[in-house]
Structure formats: C-alpha cells, structure tokens
C-alpha cells in the first residue's frame, strides 16, 4: 500500500474515532459523571477530544499488539515520542474528573 493511501486511511480513521468519541461522550459519558456526582459542564470538548483519541490510541495498540499488523505507519505512530504523550493526555481528561470530582 503506498505511503499516501496508508495516511488518508489514518485520516479516514481518525474522523470515525472523532464521531465515535462525540457518540460516546455524549450517550455513556454523561451519564456515567452524573451518577458519580460530576456535573457534565465545562471542559465538555477537553473531554470529548480524550475519548476520540484514547478509543483511536487502544485501536492502534489493539492492531498492532493482538492483531500483530506489520505497517511501516503502525510502527512509527507507536515508536513516536507524540502518539504516547496523547495517550497519556487523553487518558487523563478522560478519567481525572472522577478523582477531582468536577470537569
């Protein structure tokens, strides 16, 4: 597969973890903060943004540890120094309102 097919596929994938990540943040999030006390107002688009990128995060670790894809593009997302610190960041948008208990 050429290099420039292998990005607009990562693109195509990104956007699809963006509307799932809007899906999700919206129907399970919400309700998952509000019954722990956590009023879903706020840093709604902080939020919203570490769910897309952690579900895109978990896929890419997904497709290259379980499934072993070999893709020279795989390899370089999870070698890079970016991907990891967005793993990171996403996680923690995502799950600090549960330890501070607020948005």
């Known amino acids: 597969m050429s290099l420039k097919k292998m990005y607009t596929v990562t693109l195509v994938e990104i956007i699809i973890f963006i509307l799932i990540g809007s899906i999700i943040s919206e129907s399970l999030l919400k309700h998952l903060y509000q019954?722990?006390?956590?009023?879903?107002?706020?840093n709604i688009g902080v939020v919203f943004l570490?769910?897309?990128?952690?579900?895109?995060?978990?896929?890419?670790?997904?497709?290259?540890?379980?499934?072993?894809?070999?893709?020279?593009l795989l390899k370089e997302r999870i070698t890079s120094?970016?991907?990891w610190l967005v793993f990171i960041w996403?996680?923690?948008?995502v799950f600090s309102?549960?330890?501070?208990?607020s948005l």
């Not at 019954?35 to 706020?42: C, H, L, V, W």
């Open 35 to 42: 019954g722990f006390g956590i009023s879903y107002t706020g």
């Open 90 to 93: 996403s996680a923690y948008s």
């Open 97 to 101: 309102p549960f330890i501070r208990g």
């Open 50 to 72: 570490g769910v897309s990128f952690l579900l895109f995060c978990l896929y890419t670790l997904f497709r290259t540890y379980i499934l072993s894809v070999k893709n020279a």
């Open 81 to 83: 120094f970016t991907f």
